[in-house]
C-alpha cells in the first residue's frame, strides 16, 4: 500500500501570512470609516440667491502646526468695477472701462498725429504724387491778394510773399487802423521788401534774424530787427545760465517776452474786425459796444532754410497757430529737414501730416507758388517735376 505524505510546513507558513494580512487591511478599512464619519446634511440656499457651482476635489492642505495663529488673507483684485446691484454698497473703483464722463481739458501734445498712408505699398511714389498734388491745389478763393511783390514762376526777382485781403479775414481792417502785427522768421537773408512794404502799409513789422548786429535795431518808425532765431526749443537751462543772451527762443516765448498780447478793448458793434474773437458771446455787452480780443499776431512769415518742418511742428504742438491770422511759409523738399529723419516715404508722410494738422485748425491754403529758380530736387532725386522750394500762404477762417 503507498503511504500518505503529510502537508508540507511552508505552505502552512504561506495560509497564516495570507490571513494575517487580509485581517490587517480590514481592520485599516474600519479604522478609516469611522474617522471619516457621516457628513452633515447640505444647507439649504436662501431664498434670492444662486446655488453656488460645485468646488472641484482638492487634497486638504496641510493645516498649521498646533499653537501657531491662524492668518486669514484676503485678495483684492483692483481696477475691476462691481456689477450694478452687487453686494459692494461704496463708489466703484477706477478701472479701464469707467464710464466716461465730460471732456477734460486736453494737456501738452507731444507729437503730431500722423495721417495714414498715401497707399498699401507705402512707397516714396505714393506719398510724393500725394503730397505735391496737396501743396498745389488752393482751398479757398481770395479774391484780393497783394501784388505789390507777385512773380511769375518764371521770373525769380522777387518771392511772392503774398497775403489775403478780403474783408472778410480782418487782415484789411487792421492794416487800415494801423493795428497789425506783422513777424517775420529769417536766416541772414537780405530781401526784406516785404517787411518794408508792410510797414509802410502800417504794420508793427518785426523782423527775427540772428545775422542782426545789434540786439534790437529800429529800422524805422514801424520795422524791428531783433538779433534772435525762432526756434523749436527754448536753450536748456544750464546753457541760458552760463550765456545770458541766448538768440534762440520758441515762438511762444519770444511772445510772453515781448509783452505781445492784444487785451481786450471796447468797441461799437459795427466797426469790430472779423479776425477778432469776441469774449463772453453776449455777456460782454455794454449798450451798443462788446469787447474782443485779436489776434497776437496777424501774419506770420517764415523762410527758415529747412528748419520750417520742426518750426511749424512746435507751433501746432504747443497751440499757437490759435493766435495767427495767416501764415506764409517757404518750405524746402531737396533734403528731409533738421532733425526730421527716417525714410524717404516716412519723411513726406511726416510733411503732409504737418500741413493737414494746419487743416485741422482752420487754416486754408490760398495761394501756391513753385520756384523754379531753385534746383528741382525732391529728396535729392529728381522726380515728379517737382522745385526744391515752395512758397505756401494759408489764412485762418476761424473767426470769419
Avoid at 482751398?139 to 505789390?148: E, L, P, V, Y
Avoid at 526777382?157 to 502785427?181: E, M, T, Y
Avoid at 458771446?281 to 506770420?300: N, P, T
Amino acid at each position: 500500500m503507498a503511504r500518505e505524505r503529510p502537508p508540507a510546513r511552508g505552505c502552512g507558513a504561506l495560509r497564516r501570512c495570507l490571513l494575517g494580512a487580509a485581517l490587517l487591511l480590514g481592520l485599516r478599512l474600519c479604522a478609516e470609516l469611522r474617522r471619516a464619519g457621516p457628513r452633515p446634511p447640505a444647507r439649504s440656499a436662501p431664498p434670492g440667491t444662486a446655488p453656488r457651482p460645485p468646488e472641484p476635489h482638492l487634497p486638504p492642505a496641510p493645516g498649521p502646526p498646533r499653537g501657531a495663529s491662524r492668518r486669514r488673507v484676503t485678495y483684492v483684485r483692483s481696477g475691476r468695477r462691481a456689477p450694478p446691484g452687487g453686494r459692494g454698497s461704496g463708489p466703484p473703483e477706477p478701472g479701464c472701462c469707467a464710464p466716461r464722463g465730460p471732456p477734460r481739458r486736453k494737456g501738452p501734445r507731444w507729437h503730431i498725429d500722423l495721417q495714414p498712408w498715401a497707399g498699401p505699398a507705402q512707397s516714396l511714389d505714393e506719398e510724393a504724387l500725394r503730397f505735391l498734388r496737396y501743396i498745389s491745389t488752393t482751398q479757398i478763393a481770395c479774391n484780393h491778394i497783394s501784388t505789390d511783390s507777385l512773380a511769375t514762376d518764371s521770373s525769380p526777382a522777387k518771392k511772392p510773399w503774398s497775403v489775403c485781403l478780403d474783408d472778410r479775414f480782418g487782415l484789411a481792417h487792421q492794416i487800415r487802423n494801423k493795428q497789425c502785427r506783422l513777424y517775420s522768421l529769417g536766416l541772414g537773408s537780405d530781401d526784406t521788401h516785404f517787411e518794408v512794404r508792410m510797414a509802410d502799409d502800417g504794420c508793427e513789422v518785426h523782423r527775427f534774424d540772428p545775422s542782426v548786429k545789434s540786439a534790437h535795431v529800429l529800422e524805422s518808425q514801424r520795422l524791428w530787427f531783433h538779433h534772435l532765431s525762432v526756434d523749436w526749443r527754448d536753450p536748456h537751462p544750464a546753457v541760458a545760465a552760463q550765456k545770458l543772451h541766448s538768440n534762440a527762443r520758441k515762438l511762444g516765448t519770444i511772445l510772453n517776452e515781448f509783452g505781445h498780447h492784444k487785451k481786450p478793448t471796447n468797441q461799437p458793434t459795427n466797426s469790430i474786425p472779423n479776425c477778432c474773437l469776441l469774449v463772453g458771446k453776449g455777456e460782454a455787452w455794454s449798450g451798443s459796444r462788446m469787447s474782443y480780443i485779436c489776434f497776437l499776431i496777424d501774419v506770420l512769415k517764415a523762410d527758415l532754410e529747412s528748419a520750417e518742418w520742426k518750426v511749424l511742428e512746435n507751433l501746432i504742438l504747443e497751440d499757437v497757430l490759435g493766435q495767427i491770422g495767416q501764415l506764409i511759409f517757404e518750405i524746402h523738399l531737396h533734403w528731409p529737414g533738421f532733425e526730421v529723419s527716417g525714410s524717404d516715404s516716412s519723411v513726406v508722410r511726416f510733411w503732409y501730416s504737418l500741413l493737414k494738422e494746419l487743416e485741422l485748425k482752420d487754416f486754408r491754403l490760398f495761394h501756391s507758388y513753385k520756384d523754379l529758380s531753385k534746383p528741382q530736387l525732391f529728396l535729392k532725386k529728381d522726380i515728379f517735376n517737382a522745385s526744391s522750394c515752395y512758397i505756401l500762404s494759408w489764412v485762418n477762417t476761424r473767426w470769419k
